[in-house]
T-cell receptor, first 113, second 114 residues
Framework: GQQLNQSPQSMFIQEGEDVSMNCTSS?????WLWYKQDPGEGPVLLIA?????ELTSNGRLTAQFGITRKDSFLNISASIPSDVGIYFC?????????????FGEGTQLTVNP | EAGVTQFPSHSVIEKGQTVTLRCDPI?????LYWYRRVMGKEIKFLLH????????ESGMPNNRFLAERTGGTYSTLKVQPAELEDSGVYFC????????????FGEGSWLTVV
C-alpha cells in the first residue's frame, strides 16, 4: 500500500528557532495535509495543500506541495513552547469526496524555553 | 458546534474480552472514518462510512473488528475478542460530503489490552 516517509522522527529545539520537517512518498497524492496532535487530543488540521507547487502559510507555519506531488514540507518559524506536539503529514490520493488519508509516522517536536 | 466525540476516552481490558468504541460525528457530516495509531507508528486508516454505507473497509485488520453506523448518525467499532496487538489509539473523524472539506478528528479512544 501507499506509504509516507516523514522526517525527522523527533526534534529538540530552543524557543525562537525555526523548524523544518518533510514527507516523501513513492506515490502521487492530490492533496497534502499537515496535522498537529497535542497530548491527549486528536489531530488538528494546520494546513491543506491542493495543487502541485502550492506554497501556503498559516501564521508562523508555511507548507509546500512538491512539484512532483510526491513530497511536502512544513516549516515553523520562531518556535514557541506551545508548538510542542506531534506533527503528522497526510496524503490524499482520491478525487472523490472522502477518500482515505495516508499518514506519516509523525515528528515529535520539543521546544525548550 | 460540537466536535467529533468519542467514548470511552480510555479503556483497559483483558485479552479475549470485548470492547465497543463509540463515535458521534459532527452533525450533518456524511463521511465518518475510523483510524488507529499503534504506539510510535503512523495513524492508519481502518474504514470509511458515507452515511450508513461502508464506502471502504479495506483497512480493517481482521474479522475481529466490526464497525456499524446504523441510521447514518453515530458509529460503533467493536473488537471481539481483543488481542494484545489491538492496543492503541482509535480515532474517529468526520467531514462533509464535498471534496476539499476538512476532516475533523475526535480526541481518540485509548485502548490497552492486557
Amino acid at each position: 500500500g501507499q506509504q509516507l516517509n516523514q522526517s525527522p522522527q523527533s526534534m529538540f529545539i530552543q524557543e525562537g528557532e525555526d523548524v523544518s520537517m518533510n514527507c516523501t512518498s513513492s506515490s502521487i497524492f492530490n492533496t497534502w495535509l499537515w496535522y498537529k496532535q497535542d497530548p491527549g487530543e486528536g489531530p488538528v488540521l494546520l494546513i491543506a495543500l491542493y495543487k502541485a507547487g502550492e506554497l501556503t502559510s498559516n501564521g508562523r507555519l508555511t507548507a509546500q506541495f512538491g512539484i512532483t506531488r510526491k513530497d511536502s514540507f512544513l516549516n515553523i518559524s520562531a518556535s514557541i513552547p506551545s508548538d510542542v506536539g506531534i506533527y503528522f503529514c497526510a496524503g490524499q490520493s482520491g478525487e472523490t469526496s472522502g477518500s482515505r488519508l495516508t499518514f506519516g509516522e509523525g515528528t515529535q517536536l520539543t521546544v525548550n524555553p | 458546534e460540537a466536535g467529533v466525540t468519542q467514548f470511552p476516552s480510555h479503556s483497559v481490558i483483558e485479552k479475549g474480552q470485548t470492547v465497543t468504541l463509540r463515535c458521534d460525528p459532527i452533525s450533518g457530516h456524511d463521511n465518518l472514518y475510523w483510524y488507529r495509531r499503534v504506539m510510535g507508528k503512523e495513524i492508519k486508516f481502518l474504514l470509511h462510512f458515507v452515511k450508513e454505507s461502508k464506502q471502504d473497509e479495506s483497512g480493517m485488520p481482521n474479522n475481529r473488528f466490526l464497525a456499524e453506523r446504523t441510521g447514518g448518525t453515530y458509529s460503533t467499532l467493536k473488537v471481539q475478542p481483543a488481542e494484545l496487538e489491538d492496543s492503541g489509539v482509535y480515532f474517529c473523524a468526520s467531514s462533509q460530503y464535498l471534496r476539499g472539506n476538512t476532516i475533523y478528528f475526535g480526541e481518540g479512544s485509548w485502548l490497552t489490552v492486557v
